[in-house]
Antibody, heavy 121, light 108 residues
Framework: EVQLVQSGAEVKKPGESLKIACKGS????????IAWVRQMPGKGLEWMGI????????TYSPSFQGQVTISADKSINTAYLQWNSLKASDTAMYYC??????????????WGQGTLVTVSS | SYVLTQPPSVSVAPGQTARITCGGN??????VHWYQQKPGQAPVLVVY???DRPSGIPERFSGSNSGNTATLTITRVEAGDEADYYC???????????FGGGTKLTVL
């Protein structure tokens, strides 16, 4: 089955670090870009950044540049989203999504189930 | 940067047709994709490249795109179609995706 499976919900304190994961299966993981998308409570979808697992080429949204780190380990078909120092405002649902860029379409045709991150003292 | 504008909400009675718009400068020259997000679930692609449907998406879902407006049309609306809908394009100048603000579809 073609799928993206994300790591489980996290509850953290402000200032703590965190790394969440997105594991792909059922397709060639290294040829599709993986994006991370934030959804704050009751709000819309915000693109955070994107990585090509094949060569780890990464682009960040200006809104998230320097705030998070996106990485990938192609040997285990997994992409990561990492924070060094969480803030309460990082409380949100985070989705990974596969970018289907063939034929110039640039759509997100496969989504993970989401990882809820709660940051509270 | 490129901006997509969606109405915050659309309401429709069961069995009727819902039309959700996505406005952008000359959006007709871009490929538009639509996602459905039901409460507590991840988004799902329902229309891509303006008017194509992924496998498994009912024919009731269709799309069009011209000028400054793209439209997602849902015919014979059912209670199960109640969800948030997002449009998306790719901003080639900055090489990143752009999402609309989302439209909440309410089935009366």
């Amino acid at each position: 089955e073609v799928q993206l499976v994300q790591s489980g919900a996290e509850v953290k304190k402000p200032g703590e670090s965190l790394k969440i994961a997105c594991k792909g299966s059922g397709y060639s993981f290294t040829i599709y870009w993986i994006a991370w998308v934030r959804q704050m409570p009751g709000k819309g979808l915000e693109w955070m950044g994107i990585i090509h697992p094949g060569d780890s080429d990464t682009t960040y949204s200006p809104s998230f540049q320097g705030q998070v780190t996106i990485s990938a380990d192609k040997s285990i078909n997994t992409a990561y989203l990492q924070w060094n120092s969480l803030k309460a405002s990082d409380t949100a649902m985070y989705y990974c999504a596969r970018r289907n860029w063939f034929s110039g379409s640039n759509r997100f045709d496969l989504w993970g189930q989401g990882t809820l991150v709660t940051v509270s003292s | 940067s490129y901006v997509l504008t969606q109405p915050p909400s659309v309401s429709v009675a069961p069995g009727q047709t819902a039309r959700i718009t996505c406005g952008g400068n000359n959006i007709g020259s871009r490929s538009v994709h639509w996602y459905q997000q039901k409460p507590g679930q991840a988004p799902v692609l329902v229309v891509y490249d303006d008017s194509d449907r992924p496998s498994g998406i009912p024919e009731r879902f269709s799309g069009s795109n011209s000028g400054n407006t793209a439209t997602l049309t849902i015919t014979r609306v059912e209670a199960g179609d109640e969800a948030d809908y997002y449009c998306q394009v790719w901003d080639n100048s900055n090489d990143h995706p752009v999402f609309g603000g989302g439209t909440k579809l309410t089935v009366l």
